[in-house]
Every structure is written in structure tokens, then in C-alpha cells.
């Protein structure tokens, strides 16, 4: 009998391409790893991995396994959204990854909303832009709430994964509450702005690309920005007077004293947000009901995104 732990398991090995990467993905260690692979060939009966000194890679039988195991898998998720639709209330525990500021800004609408059905606990937890759908795919989180860019992740929907648009988070304009550009009469002007001690997360985060495009539309030599890991550490610099940002405007949510939020006019750079949930689960009532909650508290930011009335006077 084919366990469908080391099923999973095996899933995720063909996702990452390596015993360490599939490790460091379930927090497991690298030997732990591979000795569940190995029980899953004895069970199997047939060599699934092809191990060398340095790496290991899937046999033929191991990718015809995975394909397997991807179906199986997927109908035992059915099978148990089938028997929970059934359920009087939500119950059980619903996982839930996002980003950091998503989960910020999402974490206290979703905590008031399903406190009130009593048989069911959320689990939220943070990880980098990107990571999430990962995370769903492995099985181990039950929604993404994830960022997009470039309207790449309405391109992911499939039979096998639903996509919620959620709302638009532009990038907006940070300064200091004594800043001349803190006067709503002064417009904003991004060449006036090509000398000031710029700040920003590091190079290949997606916000740092959005305000490198940005950026790029200053004119003369493109400002150079101070990089800073997160963008809560660089609103608290921003608020002490040390420079200015471009940050979405989700990231203020959170509420930070001691800076005024501006509009770029004429720039529409920022991001989508969506929640992301597998196709075989979304009919559960843990699931359904927070993705219910989701699209309630998006609609409250949407509304207190704009800059001003998210300005921390």
C-alpha cells in the first residue's frame, strides 16, 4: 500500500528538483527526506529516484508515479471537501499563507469575521512574495493570498487552481511629515525628487522593481536607493526623517505615525492581490467561508487605500 504521505512527498520532490530543496520546503532535513523516498520505492516495489554522489533525480517510474500521485492526491481532497459540504458549520483548521504585508492588513478582518464560527481555527502565516503558491501546490497551505505584478497570476487559474481578485494596491509616495512634498498644495514631482536619500527593498524583490520603473522616469541619472529588508523597516526610517519611499500602499495599513502619503499623478505602477485556493477545496466550508471573509476585507482596505486617509498625520 502506497502511502500517501511519501506520495506527497514525492510531489514535492519533482517540484523543487532536490532531496535539500524538498527539506528546506516542509522543514524536514535532507536525510528525513530521503529515507521516506526510499520507503516509498520499497513500497512501489521499483526505483523511483536515480541517486548519484552530488544529486538525485526522478526514474521513469518515479515521474509516472508523481502523475499518479498528483490525481490521487487531488481526488482524496475531493473526497474530503465531499463529506465537510456536508457539515452544519465550518470546522477544522484552515491554513492560510501571505506575504508580509497581506498579512498584516488582512489578519485582523479575517480574526473578527470567523471568530464567530467556533469549531473552526485559522492558521496564517507569513512568507516571501512568491512562495505561496508554491505552498499551495505542495498541499501544505489551503489559500495564497499572493501578489501580482504583471497580471501573471490570472494566467495560473486552471482546473486544478481558482483565482479570487481581491484589489488593486498602487505604489504611492512616502515622506516625512516636514517634507516641503507633505503640503497637499505643493505638487508632486518626481524630478524634484531625483536628489533625495531614496530607499527601498533589494534588488529582485517585486516591489524593488516596481520603483526601479519608477525611478527610471526621473530624468538625468536614476537615483541609487538606500536597500532596506521590508518595507515596515523602511516606513519606520521614512517616518524618522532619514528619506523618502515608494512603497504599496497595502504596506501602510498597518498604520505608521509621523509620515504623509502622496499620489504619483500621471503613474498607475502597483500590484493585484488575489487569493488562491486549489479547485478540489474550495467547496469546503473552512475554505469557502474564508475566502467569503477575504473578499469582505478587501473591500474595507480597498477603501482605506486611499493615500491620504491612510496618512499617519
Same mark, same amino acid.
Given at each position: 500500500?502506497?502511502?500517501?504521505?511519501?506520495?506527497?512527498?514525492?510531489?514535492?520532490?519533482?517540484?523543487?528538483?532536490?532531496?535539500?530543496?524538498?527539506?528546506?520546503?516542509?522543514?524536514?532535513?535532507?536525510?528525513?527526506?530521503?529515507?521516506?523516498?526510499?520507503?516509498?520505492?520499497?513500497?512501489?516495489?521499483?526505483?523511483?529516484?536515480?541517486?548519484?554522489?552530488?544529486?538525485?533525480?526522478?526514474?521513469?517510474?518515479?515521474?509516472?508515479?508523481?502523475?499518479?500521485?498528483?490525481?490521487?492526491?487531488?481526488?482524496?481532497?475531493?473526497?474530503?471537501?465531499?463529506?465537510?459540504?456536508?457539515?452544519?458549520?465550518?470546522?477544522?483548521?484552515?491554513? !492560510?499563507?501571505?506575504?508580509?504585508?497581506? =498579512?498584516?492588513?488582512? /489578519?485582523? @478582518? $479575517? #480574526?473578527?469575521?470567523? %471568530?464567530?464560527?467556533?469549531?473552526?481555527?485559522?492558521?496564517?502565516?507569513?512568507?516571501?512574495?512568491?512562495?505561496?503558491?508554491?505552498?499551495?501546490?505542495?498541499?501544505?497551505?489551503?489559500?495564497?493570498?499572493?501578489?501580482?505584478?504583471?497580471?501573471?497570476?490570472?494566467?495560473?487559474?486552471?482546473?486544478?487552481?481558482?483565482?479570487?481578485?481581491?484589489?488593486?494596491?498602487?505604489?504611492?509616495?512616502?515622506?516625512?511629515?516636514?517634507?516641503?512634498?507633505?503640503?497637499?498644495?505643493?505638487?508632486?514631482?518626481?524630478?524634484?525628487?531625483?536628489?533625495?536619500?531614496?530607499?527601498?527593498?533589494?534588488?529582485?524583490?517585486?516591489?524593488?522593481?516596481?520603483?526601479?520603473?519608477?525611478?527610471?522616469?526621473?530624468?538625468?541619472?536614476?537615483?541609487?536607493?538606500?536597500?532596506?529588508?521590508?518595507?515596515?523597516?523602511?516606513?519606520?526610517? !521614512?517616518?524618522?526623517?532619514?528619506?523618502? =519611499?515608494?512603497?504599496? /500602499?497595502? @504596506? $501602510? #495599513?498597518?498604520?505608521? %505615525?509621523?509620515?504623509?502619503?502622496?499620489?504619483?499623478?500621471?503613474?498607475?505602477?502597483?500590484?493585484?492581490?488575489?487569493?488562491?485556493?486549489?479547485?478540489?477545496?474550495?467547496?469546503?466550508?473552512?475554505?469557502?467561508?474564508?475566502?467569503?471573509?477575504?473578499?469582505?476585507?478587501?473591500?474595507?482596505?480597498?477603501?482605506?487605500?486611499?493615500?491620504?486617509?491612510?496618512?499617519?498625520?
Amino acid at each position: 500500500m502506497l502511502d500517501l504521505r511519501r506520495l506527497a512527498l514525492i510531489c514535492e520532490f519533482a517540484r523543487r528538483g532536490s532531496i535539500a530543496a524538498t527539506a528546506s520546503s516542509l522543514g524536514y532535513s535532507p536525510s528525513a527526506v530521503s529515507q521516506q523516498l526510499a520507503a516509498l520505492e520499497r513500497e512501489a516495489g521499483t526505483a523511483l529516484l536515480d541517486r548519484t554522489a552530488r544529486s538525485a533525480e526522478l526514474t521513469d517510474a518515479g515521474r509516472r508515479l508523481v502523475e499518479h500521485a498528483e490525481r490521487i492526491l487531488s481526488m482524496v481532497e475531493a473526497a474530503e471537501t465531499d463529506l465537510s459540504a456536508h457539515a452544519a458549520t465550518p470546522s477544522g483548521r484552515v491554513t !492560510v499563507t501571505a506575504f508580509p504585508t497581506a =498579512a498584516v492588513a488582512f /489578519a485582523p @478582518a $479575517l #480574526a473578527r469575521s470567523l %471568530r464567530r464560527h467556533s469549531a473552526l481555527s485559522l492558521r496564517m502565516r507569513q512568507g516571501r512574495s512568491g512562495r505561496g503558491m508554491r505552498e499551495l501546490e505542495s498541499g501544505e497551505v489551503d489559500i495564497a493570498l499572493v501578489d501580482d505584478w504583471y497580471g501573471r497570476v490570472r494566467e495560473r487559474e486552471s482546473a486544478t487552481l481558482r483565482v479570487f481578485p481581491l484589489l488593486h494596491d498602487p505604489l504611492v509616495l512616502v515622506v516625512p511629515r516636514r517634507h516641503r512634498m507633505a503640503d497637499p498644495d505643493v505638487p508632486v514631482d518626481l524630478a524634484e525628487l531625483r536628489d533625495e536619500p531614496w530607499m527601498a527593498t533589494p534588488d529582485g524583490e517585486p516591489s524593488r522593481l516596481a520603483v526601479d520603473r519608477l525611478l527610471a522616469e526621473v530624468g538625468g541619472a536614476r537615483p541609487v536607493p538606500w536597500e532596506f529588508e521590508g518595507l515596515g523597516t523602511i516606513l519606520s526610517l !521614512v517616518a524618522k526623517g532619514i528619506g523618502i =519611499a515608494a512603497v504599496p /500602499a497595502l @504596506a $501602510l #495599513a498597518a498604520g505608521v %505615525r509621523g509620515i504623509v502619503v502622496r499620489e504619483f499623478p500621471g503613474v498607475s505602477l502597483g500590484r493585484e492581490v488575489h487569493a488562491v485556493a486549489r479547485a478540489s477545496g474550495v467547496h469546503r466550508p473552512s475554505v469557502s467561508v474564508t475566502i467569503r471573509a477575504m473578499h469582505v476585507a478587501a473591500r474595507v482596505l480597498a477603501a482605506d487605500l486611499e493615500p491620504l486617509r491612510l496618512a499617519a498625520r
